[in-house]
């Protein structure tokens, strides 16, 4: 497995969730033809099972395996979000950390 690969599935559980354009943004983006190359290795992960998809949404959604969240949940638009804001975040700066709570209970709601 390539570094590459480990990233992904880092991201993976980092997130919860991914569409294949999030991952195409973070980890293919400097390639000549990176949503070829994206959906080459995002099949291979999901043939080896270390992912799994929602292929009923396009683009797909990727979750790690196994999934944290149901792939019809109505809490993974939430989870995109954050990937959403975590790539914007990129435009200017890298952060030096960045940590999504597992647990809103933390913040008594």
Known sequence: ???RDKNILADLDRFRCMTRNDINDLHFSGLKNPVTCCNTVMKRLRRDRHIEVNAAQ???IYFPSPAP???DSAKFPHFLNI???YKSLLNFQEPDAFVIL??????GT
């Open 1 to 3: 497995m390539r570094k």
């Open 58 to 60: 396009q683009p797909y």
């Open 69 to 71: 969240i149901k792939k």
């Open 83 to 85: 990937v959403e804001f």
């Open 102 to 107: 597992k647990h809103a209970h933390l913040f």
